[in-house]
């Protein structure tokens, strides 16, 4: 299928939207292809929701009630995948405790359908993270991080295919750069490659080559920086052109609604983020029409 334009509904704009306003977002009548983007970030090991006195955080998160809003959300549309840009280690008890496992093992029970690598997920080292892939009932993709030379390498996807309703998917993902941000003995001989050079290349044969419907980049770039000379997600989307949507994570940004970004060849591309320790889900909509057009609505979850 060509590639096909965004139209940004007013939707979008909904900040909020309680587990009872779920069905703002209805399916419309004239399209006959509705996809779902769940998606998290930067969870940090969270697994119990913030207690009463956590001031902004209050009574926010928790994998069960995340657990109860996802089944929730495929029950209304079975065509949906739930995703995760990183950072699943590091940050309560539970990690130095279970040193990961006890992540995976939810994960695995929510039925993600792939997540990216970010740095913490190193905390452990590389033959800590190898250790407990085991639990993980769920793909690994990273595109941008060379595994060739260590305990990883064969365990890591470059990236994968996935089609619901039959829309094909493609999904690649992107990490940030380890040396300076996390201590060499951890990663070893991971070699990390430039994101926008991979990017343009996977994004390109998820479109062209495997006939992608939609492209998906899971990064662990963070949202954007001061500096020029930083890879972030609003440079990766106007550096390529064949990115649908990049879900984000690092910066444990809280964006209010997806940006809009254009991409080097003037089309749109969606970036979202959803902050950080699993208080939100982002929820993203694609809508099919009968004449291959898409809308595409954005939103973000309180997790309470």
């Given amino acids: 299928m060509k590639r096909r334009e965004f139209i940004h509904n007013t939707a979008a704009a909904t900040a909020f939207v309680g587990i009872g306003g779920l069905s703002a977002i209805s399916f ?3 399209t006959k292809k509705h996809i779902t983007i769940l998606h ?3 969870v ?3 697994i119990e929701p913030f207690g009463p006195d956590e001031g902004r955080n209050a009574n926010l998160g928790g994998v069960a009630r995340r657990a109860t809003l996802v089944e929730k959300i495929r029950k209304e549309n079975p065509h949906t995948l739930l995703l995760d840009a990183g950072d699943i280690f590091q940050g309560t008890p539970y990690f130095n405790f279970y040193g990961g496992e006890l992540e995976f093992k939810l994960m695995s029970m929510l039925k993600y359908d792939a997540a990216t690598i970010g740095n913490h997920d190193f905390d452990n080292g590389i033959d800590g993270l190898y250790a407990q892939l085991p639990h993980a009932k769920f793909p690994f993709i990273s595109s941008n991080y060379d595994f060739s030379n260590t305990i990883m390498d064969g365990h890591v996807k470059d990236y994968q295919t996935f089609v619901r309703d039959g829309v094909k998917i493609g999904i690649f993902g992107l990490g940030i750069e380890l040396n300076g941000l996390v201590n060499d003995s951890l990663y070893k ?16 044969i998820l479109k062209e080559e495997e006939n992608c419907d939609l492209v998906i980049c899971l990064s662990h770039l963070g949202y954007e920086y001061s500096s020029s000379n930083k890879v972030s997600d609003i440079k990766l989307a106007r550096a390529t052109e064949n990115i649908d949507l990049i879900i984000g994570g690092h910066t444990h940004t809280f964006l209010e609604k997806p940006t809009i970004e254009k ?21 993203i909509d694609f809508y099919l029409d009968s004449e291959n057009n898409i809308e595409a609505d954005g939103v973000k979850i309180a997790i309470n």
């Fill in 28 to 30: 419309r009548p004239e």
């Fill in 40 to 42: 998290t970030n930067d």
């Fill in 44 to 46: 940090h090991s969270h």
């Fill in 189 to 204: 001989e991971t070699r990390y490659l430039d994101p926008i050079e991979i990017a343009t290349d996977r994004s390109r």
């Fill in 263 to 283: 991409n080097k060849a003037g089309k749109k591309v969606l970036v979202n983020q959803v902050g950080c320790f699993g208080i939100y889900l982002g929820r």
